[in-house]
């Protein structure tokens, strides 16, 4: 929806102000914050930033401290970009080895519950390919 003043454009800007905060009285905001959860969290951040940097051979002898300005808009996405893309690849290996562990303890659940004391170690153990019998 629009904002109230938009709907009026002979009105001056301080009235358009008072009807938009108005109209918004009581609205509760949630203020935002740049800063990380975790103090160490900001650190690993800035290192994973200049190694990103790095490979994507981007000049970091032009970054001065925190500030970036020197490097193009297109420069500083980049490596944003990579830093997101690398955090999800991570996220999604955390989510997929969680899930094989749980499967594997409700695997040795099961089989315990079967009454089969644990599995046997089949990985030296080869496959009876011929269809004959072995000795």
């Known amino acids: 929806m629009a904002p109230a ?5 002979g009105i001056w800007p301080s009235s358009r102000a008072r009807l938009y905060s108005e109209q918004y009285k009581g609205v509760k905001t949630v203020p935002r914050r740049n800063r990380s959860m975790l103090p160490q969290a ?3 951040l800035d290192r994973f930033k200049y190694e990103i940097a ?3 051979n981007i000049p970091t002898n032009l ?7 020197n490097l193009s808009s297109a420069q500083c996405g980049a490596v944003g970009g990579h830093m997101v893309r690398r955090m999800i690849e991570a996220a999604e290996r955390s989510l997929i080895e969680g899930t094989l562990q749980g499967v594997r303890a409700g695997f040795q659940a099961g089989l315990a519950q079967a009454g089969i004391t644990s599995p046997q170690n089949v990985s030296g153990a080869q496959p009876n390919v011929g269809g004959g019998r072995t000795q």
């Open 5 to 9: 003043f938009l709907h009026f454009p």
């Open 42 to 44: 900001g650190a690993a």
């Open 54 to 56: 790095n490979e994507l």
């Open 63 to 69: 970054i001065q401290g925190d500030y970036w300005g």
